[in-house]
């Protein structure tokens, strides 16, 4: 045998591939906890598809008026068009606010003004429910949590809406 | 409501609230090839009607499954058939009832019909995906929409 054959032992080379399968085996289980880990970061950020309502900023006025469009939305096994609708006004601050009009009671679409006997309020037809203009629900009546509302951003003067959050979600994003 | 999983869980704990059904009379046949396209194209758009009717007032009406028959039946038969299914609904607190089809053959029957029946004249053709459509069915949804809140 040759000196230069000797110059990596039995015991050198088994501890060598040992060292180096570990070092695989650990790698593979701890890559993906640490993508889970950073996972947070990597999420696109901004919550969810925005769509062009067909409302242009400069219509929008403090009275509630209806939108409504359509998303392509897939489900499980279906590919579906979905309406979508929302009551955009301008409140005494003069921001954008777009209520989404599905009753917190039981889910059936709110109107502004929808009955005369209450008038500056949401009025849900199916049990009474009534919400203020600022989208609280009127106490003793059927809702128990105030209208959802949508995230929103403005491109080029028009506006576009996205998901929809509740009170308690939306709230930070209006503080921050 | 919809007759679905998700949606009865929820009818189960909300009985109270829901006191309306709405039960559409769907056509069917394959005889007649110069009606078939018209008859399948009106059953497409009774379907939208239908969930967007569902949408609008969900927390108070069920829409059940389609009610099938051949577009030939002899009428008094299936009026018997009807009004079992109304009589297994009525079990449950269910208050009003809403028969909606485009099949004017119906009116002659709604006597018997233990139930309000609401006829709409069909559309004929027509692009379903076009605005015109949509605002059209919009604005019909909302008369039937206000019709079945004057019952309430």
Redesign the interface.
Known sequence: MSEEKQQVSRRTFLNYTLTGLGGFMAAGMLVPMLRMAVDPVLQTSGGGDFTNVGLAVDDITTEPQRV?WKIDQVDGWYESEV?KSAWVFKNDKNEIVAFSPV?K?????VSWEGNEDYPNEFF????NGRYYKDGTNVPHT?PLAPLDEYDQKIENGMLFLGKVRTREEAKPREEA | MKWNKENLK?YVQ?KE??DTIVLPLMPFHLSQNAELEKSAFQREVLSIFLT?IE??????IMLTPDYNYLKSTDKTTEVERINAWIEEITTQPFEHIFLITFDSTWKKHEESLNGHLLWLPGIQSGDLHSKEMHTFI?GQVEQI?ELI?SY?
Do not use: F
């Not at chain 2, 949408?55 to 108070?60: A, C, D, F, K």
């Open positions: 409504d309406s009753c009671h039981l889910g059936c679409v849900c037809p199916c049990h059927p | 929820q909300a609230y829901v967007e949408q609008e007032l969900t927390g108070r919009h929409s809140q309430w």
